[in-house]
């Protein structure tokens, strides 16, 4: 295969792609009070969003999806992590006995019960 040269460069693809017809291109001015204003703000600050980013899904969509917050992100990774010291104590209790996993599957229960109640 041949590549053909273009301006004495190679005509191969590289980098981002070209956006496309998805660019946004068009703008609505919209004019709010200072308190209107204010109000969308502290609605997309709890979202950790813009204003024009609430603005755009909340126009859109009629509602804006709510992230995950930094400590709702926190607790999942616990979880996750706890998930995965359980299949390895599955593991080890298929393979020594539950007699040897008890003790451990028993902290891991009171780890779990902390983390979920401690809130």
Known sequence: MENKKKNGRNNTAKGRPAK???KLSVSIN???TEADYNSIKEK?????LTPTQYAREMTL?????NRFSLEELDLIRK???MANNLNQ????ANQEGFE???KIAYMLILELKNLLYDR
Do not use: I, P, Q, Y
Not at 44 to 48: D, F, I, S, V, Y
């Open 100 to 102: 040897n996993a008890s």
């Open 89 to 92: 104590l599955a593991k080890k």
């Open 44 to 48: 997309a600050e709890k979202l950790r």
């Open 79 to 81: 979880v996750a992590g």
């Open 20 to 22: 496309g017809d998805d």
């Open 61 to 65: 969509k009629g509602s804006v999806k």
């Open 30 to 32: 919209l004019k709010l």
